[in-house]
């Protein structure tokens, strides 16, 4: 049996709304990630992912505040309630501020994707493996990332199908940042500074 190819994907920002915190402590409340709302659309390509191609292995791959008490706890409640397609062995959970290929089983592989809102993370990732930046409405503010990306404002279906097209090179698709969506995340006025929102802590 052929090996399977990867998806490893992560959580804030790309399958939960990303809302900028204005003191650092809230992130250390109970309840914080517990009650992130899904980014439903990504959700449910990634178990559109798992339900129609079994040739391909999804992983969750999320940093966390590894001095909370609460974060990994709460995670993996989350994903519990939202995600229960991906169990807790195709769960990887790495603390804040690492390179998350290191935390790969077995290693990184060439035909390894990640899914991530995060410019910094997708550019460690690649070389060796591929990168897709997940456009959620309050990122790609400098337009930095000029490989793979995908609006989370597609339909599930169509998500899914793009994602599975890039791993599998049958096309590249580099979406710009989606429009007039309803969603509280993407009211969000743009940061002021010169980058991205820093989440790497989450």
């Not at 169509?158 to 969603?183: F, W, Y």
């Amino acid at each position: 049996m052929a090996e399977k190819q990867r998806l490893f994907v992560d959580m804030d920002g790309t399958l939960a709304v990303f809302t900028p915190v204005d003191e650092l402590e809230t992130l250390y409340e109970q309840g914080y990630f517990l009650n992130l709302e899904p980014i439903e659309n990504v959700v449910q390509a990634v178990k559109e992912i798992i339900r129609n191609y079994p040739d391909i292995e999804v992983n969750i791959l999320s940093a966390y505040l590894s001095d909370s008490p609460w974060a990994s706890a709460e995670k993996n409640a989350w994903l519990d309630k939202y995600l229960p397609e991906v169990d807790f062995a195709h769960r990887i959970f790495l603390p804040c501020g690492c390179d998350k290929k290191y935390y790969i089983p077995g290693g990184i592989k060439e035909r390894d994707f990640l899914l991530d809102d995060y410019t910094h993370n997708l550019r460690l990732w690649q070389p060796p493996a591929r990168g897709i930046k997940l456009l959620n409405g309050i990122n790609h503010t400098r337009g930095s990332w000029e490989n793979d990306r995908l609006r989370c404002d597609k339909g599930p279906t169509e998500l899914a199908s793009n994602i599975v097209g890039i791993m599998r090179n049958e096309e590249m698709i580099r979406d710009e940042k989606p429009n007039g969506l309803k969603q509280k995340i993407w009211e969000e006025p743009e940061p002021e500074h010169d980058g991205e929102w820093d989440h790497d802590f989450i």
